[in-house]
């Protein structure tokens, strides 16, 4: 029973906490820094995982042996590096935090396609029908972000209009940035899912060697980095700490820790969950954890969102509902059917 609450404390606190911290980064002076996140997070998870994949019984410590091929790993870092990195510098292309936790769930759809195209899954007609949803919801929150959905939209004459006012390439180029990394992730969870059922579900290992093996691919980056960190020092503002007496840090580097741990916390939460739960409750769990995190991120920073906005998002949350529902529904059937066989 601890560790199931450790579990929804970890899960609410950390993911929520870490949407927080990384939007306060996202400020005029700091918003270049998302390739150095990206990479002190990948940094602190091997860290953290080192004492449990390393050998010390001998005079020099040595890797414990793999569980899973290590080529196995190789291909699961490339999709998981381009998921992590795509994901974190989209916000540079005018892309909202509700923008992007919108698009996180309409990424259901695309896991649903890897799945079936590359692991041969069947999915119910109630699990189709819910990607109907999603997907009409998405693309009403990203039309319509900004302003209401009014009646003269359909008339040619605004639609004329609209045709003559210039486009927004780089938002337009952040959704294809998010689609990208929306589709490598759901990728990755295909071919881990092949993975588990062929090697077993060794998740902690994969997480390690997916994070450890990861990080010598920022070496093809490291001016950016260098850069970036160079920013971040830069940055002049403070903020008060009161541990006794008020202590003025660094703005920025505080909230950069803060991400960092409130990030492994999140992944910690999610998998401990995932071990004690069953499918349904982890992902109503999660999907509440991401419409927490919209409105903290609408109400705490001010990110504007039409009421046409929250009526698409309205449509994702429920499409990834009906989704969960759908999945769940088999599986309890299949139980029922093998308890009266024996």
């Known amino acids: 029973m601890w560790n199931l609450l450790k579990a929804f404390f970890l899960v609410f606190g950390g993911c929520c906490s870490n949407v927080i911290t990384f939007e306060a980064l996202m400020d005029n002076r700091t918003s270049s820094i998302n390739n150095l996140i990206t990479f ?3 940094l602190f998870v091997t860290c953290q995982g080192l004492p449990s994949f390393i050998d010390f019984r001998r005079p020099f410590p040595y890797f414990k042996p793999l569980k899973t091929p290590l080529h196995v790993y190789i291909v699961s870092v490339f999709l998981f590096y381009i998921s992590s990195t795509t994901n974190n510098n989209v916000f540079k292309y005018n892309i909202s935090i509700p923008i992007h936790i919108v698009f996180r769930c309409f990424g259901t759809v695309i896991t649903m396609f890897t799945c079936w195209l590359f692991n041969g899954r069947k ?3 109630t699990q189709i029908s819910s990607t109907l949803f999603l997907t009409i919801g998405a693309i009403i929150a990203s039309l319509y972000k900004d302003s209401d959905f009014r009646y003269q939209d359909l008339t040619l004459e605004t639609l004329k209009i609209r045709n003559d006012q210039p486009v927004d390439s780089t938002f337009i180029f952040g959704i294809c940035v998010l689609v990208l990394s929306s589709f490598t992730s759901s990728l990755l969870s295909a071919y881990n899912e092949r ?3 062929k090697y077993g579900k060794h998740w902690k290992e994969n997480i390690f060697y997916s994070h450890l093996l990861s990080l010598p691919l920022f070496l093809f980056n490291q001016k950016q980095l260098i850069y970036e960190y160079r920013v971040m020092r830069n940055s002049e503002k403070k903020m008060c700490l009161n541990v006794g007496r008020k202590v003025k840090v660094p703005q920025a580097e505080t909230f950069l820790f803060f991400n960092v741990l409130t990030q492994y916390f999140c992944v910690k939460g999610v998998n401990i969950l995932a071990s004690k739960t069953n499918a349904l409750t ?11 995190s919209l409105l903290l991120s609408v109400q705490v920073f001010g990110n504007g969102l039409s009421y046409t906005g929250y009526f698409g998002v309205s449509l994702v949350f429920l499409g990834a509902l009906i ?15 093998l308890g009266k066989g024996q």
Request: aromatic share 14%.
């Open 40 to 42: 002190c997070q990948f």
């Open 123 to 125: 999915y119910t007609r």
């Open 195 to 197: 993975t588990y059922q």
């Open 282 to 292: 982890l992902s109503i769990t999660l999907l509440l954890r991401k419409f927490i």
């Open 323 to 337: 989704y969960s529902l759908g999945s769940i529904r088999p599986r309890l059937r299949d139980k029922k059917a």
